[in-house]
């Protein structure tokens, strides 16, 4: 059931996609090595308490952080712990906040530090990637535009695109319909409408698609251990260009000269 949004609502998830990009921005003040995944995750959940939204991932399901936290080579849902960041690993972090009822989902790949450029390249293309599913959910197209434009152009640059996670709808729940993948062929899927809130979340990895589960049933890793990358945007249709509610503009104020 795919929930059509009033122009109250999107004002709504709106304002937690407004929250959850300030959060990320807090998060990457903090992104440097020797600094712990476990801070990163308290700093973004005192800065969502302090701000009246509520952290929506910690409990989720049983998920036990603020942040999902995706060193190198974890694709998703990886958990907030004592691993200390080091000099050229890469730390995705991905967000939810709930904000009076309604949620905004971001997520973000940080350097740590140098990095080395063909990993830099993994993040640039990944990156792009997510404005190229943006521009491809227009109302009267179909979801499987949006992943055939990622997938495309991931796959253009040599890279791979993880199939067994896909971004979704977003509202009162962080997951509603429809499910997006960010692969497939172009006019499949359900039909995009003004007022559709979704997620659209690129998972590119340098080497092959395969991932593997953990035994918590969480955290994934890429199969053959090579990095993997993840943006992730809150987008509403409209009738014209879609409208992207979440930003990365806080995050890059932070970077200053650094690019990720
Ligand atoms: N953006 C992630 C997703 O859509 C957020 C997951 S939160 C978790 O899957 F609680 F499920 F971990
Ligand atoms: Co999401």
Redesign the pocket.
């Known amino acids: 059931m795919i929930y059509i949004k009033s122009p109250e609502e999107i004002e709504l998830v709106r304002r937690a996609s407004d929250l959850v990009s300030r959060t990320l921005a807090e998060v990457a003040k903090w992104v440097k090595p020797g600094v712990t995944t476990f801070q990163l995750d308290t700093v973004a959940r005192e800065f969502i308490l302090d701000n009246g939204g509520k952290p ?3 409990g ?2 049983g ?1 036990p ?1 603020t942040l ?1 936290i995706e060193v190198n080579e974890t694709v ?2 990886g958990f907030p712990s004592q691993y200390v960041l080091k000099e050229g690993d890469i730390v995705g972090t ?3 906040v709930e904000l009076d009822g309604y949620n905004g ?3 973000y790949t940080f350097a740590v530090g140098d990095i080395d450029p063909k990993v830099m390249a993994l993040l640039e293309t990944t990156r792009e990637s997510l404005y190229k599913g943006i521009d491809a959910a227009r109302a009267g197209k179909r979801v499987g535009d949006i992943g055939n434009a990622v997938q495309s152009f991931c796959e253009h640059h040599g890279y791979s695109v993880v199939r067994e ?1 896909c ?2 709808g977003i509202g009162k729940s ?2 509603e319909d429809p499910e997006v993948p960010n692969y497939g062929r172009k006019g499949i899927g359900p039909v995009l409408k003004p007022g559709m809130c979704i ?1 659209i ?1 690129p998972m590119i990895n340098m080497g092959s698609k395969n991932i593997v589960f953990g035994d918590d049933g ?1 955290q994934t890793r890429t199969k053959d251990r090579k990095p993997s990358a993840h943006f ?1 945007h809150t987008v509403v249709i409209t009738e014209d260009k879609p409208e992207i509610l979440t930003t990365f503009s806080y995050i890059e104020e932070v970077l200053g000269d650094r690019k990720f």
């Open positions: 929506a991932c910690l989720y399901h998920f952080g999902c998703v849902h991905d967000c939810v989902d971001s997520c996670m971004g979704h962080m997951h997620c979340e969480w992730e």
